[in-house]
């Protein structure tokens, strides 16, 4: 099947063409700009309190950004296995009726 472009794939009604594999990578780098902005908010709110909470926003905010960024790989990780194993699953599919159409009917030869 030829792949379908940009419009024609959103606006595919049979969902013959899947989106979320091309766009992942867009999501994890907007999984990690918030993780950014996010632990900047930490420290910037720490610093704006005290010096005291700004040393500890210092600390706590790069360890907030480091976890919800691994958070985010892991959430697009996910997504993706779930496409793969469709892809895979189609595969085997196709590979399985490939052997049934050159051996003939496996339930003619399993006679008993």
Known sequence: MAEKGG???IFDLSFT???TTRVIKVLY?????FSGLFALAIIIGGFSEGAAKGILGL??????????VLLARIWC??????????????KIVAGTEKIAESTGSLSDQLKF
């Open 77 to 90: 990780e996910m997504i993706i296995v779930v496409f793969r194993i469709a892809d895979n699953t189609s």
């Open 29 to 33: 780098v907007i999984g990690i700009l």
């Open 59 to 68: 600390i706590i905010g790069p360890i907030v950004f480091l976890v919800y």
């Open 7 to 9: 419009l024609a794939t």
């Open 17 to 19: 063409e899947f989106v």
